[in-house]
C-alpha cells in the first residue's frame, strides 16, 4: 500500500518505489527511501516521516510513491 494510505503511528517496511517519475526515483534514493527501508508515519497533514532516528517533512507526491508493508 502507499505510504499516504497508512494511519499515524504505523511503521512500515518499504518495498516498492513509484517508477513513472524519474526525478522523484532519483530524490528517494538521494534521501535514503530505498526497499528494505523502515519508515514511521508521524502524521498525514503535512506528511511527516521518522527515518534513521530523524524526523522529517515529505510531500503528498513522494507519501503516495513510496510503498509499504506495515510491521
Do not use: K, Q
Not at 502507499?2 to 513513472?20: C, D, F, K, Q
Amino acid at each position: 500500500a502507499p505510504l499516504a494510505e497508512l494511519a499515524p503511528g504505523t511503521r512500515a517496511t518499504i518495498v516498492r518505489l513509484a517508477e513513472h517519475d524519474g526525478e522523484l526515483l532519483h530524490w528517494f534514493y538521494d534521501e535514503g527511501l530505498a526497499p528494505g527501508t523502515v519508515v514511521e508515519l508521524r502524521d498525514r497533514e503535512p506528511f511527516r516521516i521518522l527515518h534513521r532516528g530523524s524526523e522529517r517533512e515529505i510531500d503528498e507526491n513522494a507519501a503516495a510513491g513510496l510503498f509499504v508493508r506495515a510491521s
